[in-house]
T-cell receptor
Framework: EPEVTQTPSHQVTQMGQEVILRCVPISNHLYFYWYRQILGQKVEFLVSFYNNEISEKSEIFDDQFSVERPDGSNFTLKIRSTKLEDSAMYFC?????????????FGPGTRLTVT | AQTVTQSQPEMSVQEAETVTLSCTYDTSESDYYLFWYKQPPSRQMILVIRQEAYKQQNATENRFSVNFQKAAKSFSLKISDSQLGDAAMYFCAYRSQGGSQGNLIFGKGTKLSVKP
């Protein structure tokens, strides 16, 4: 069964450094999402992406964040200058359609640790 | 803004028994969608069951069923005949109806342990 994959599984970086988290969505899916979960807190929506542009973003998704689909398979989340509070689990998801009861398929997550 | 609350951080059930996980939500919308996702240890979240708010009938998927109480804004998950493989984090999630509102709003999750 097709799966969403994410790399790396764990990323350690120093405060102020740039990080790129990578995701490979399911191949025929058209909608892509990033969520994050700070330890002990809720999973929070960051951004959704469709047709090579952002369709929605949350208040968390400020100018330090960007997303890109550089080729036909990868979907990336870049954090330009990491802060301690960016330490979290980052989940990528994809879906065939958006809204309604359509299922979002999640990747296993990347644990980002900022020191 | 919509919120989702899961009041049980942890639950435990004996194998073959039944357990109910609670979820309440707050919204002013009349049409929306509700989901339960399961996240086994070190694995991705997978959809367990979904419910459209306009449907009165409670959704069921094999051993999993929901008790959807729209007026009370409650959406509990019942797992019957619990199995060891049911041990996981369970997340309740809400999605608004309409257009580009694709994002899910999650609760904090309930960690379910299954005792042999």
């Amino acid at each position: 069964e097709p799966e969403v994959t994410q790399t790396p599984s764990h990323q350690v970086t120093q405060m102020g450094q740039e990080v790129i988290l990578r995701c490979v969505p399911i191949s025929n899916h058209l909608y892509f999402y990033w969520y994050r979960q700070i330890l002990g807190q809720k999973v929070e929506f960051l951004v959704s992406f469709y047709n090579n542009e952002i369709s929605e973003k949350s208040e968390i998704f400020d100018d330090q964040f960007s997303v890109e689909r550089p080729d036909g398979s990868n979907f990336t989340l870049k954090i330009r200058s990491t802060k301690l509070e960016d330490s979290a689990m980052y989940f990528c998801a994809s879906s065939l359609e958006t809204g309604g009861s359509y299922e979002q398929y999640f990747g296993p997550g990347t644990r980002l640790t900022v020191t | 803004a919509q919120t989702v609350t899961q009041s049980q951080p942890e639950m435990s059930v004996q194998e073959a028994e039944t357990v109910t996980l609670s979820c309440t939500y707050d919204t002013s919308e009349s049409d929306y969608y509700l989901f339960w996702y399961k996240q086994p240890p070190s694995r991705q979240m997978i959809l367990v069951i979904r419910q459209e708010a306009y449907k009165q009938q409670n959704a069921t998927e094999n051993r999993f069923s929901v008790n959807f109480q729209k007026a009370a804004k409650s959406f509990s998950l019942k797992i019957s005949d619990s199995q060891l493989g049911d041990a996981a984090m369970y997340f309740c999630a809400y999605r608004s109806q309409g257009g580009s509102q694709g994002n899910l709003i999650f609760g904090k999750g309930t960690k379910l342990s299954v005792k042999p």
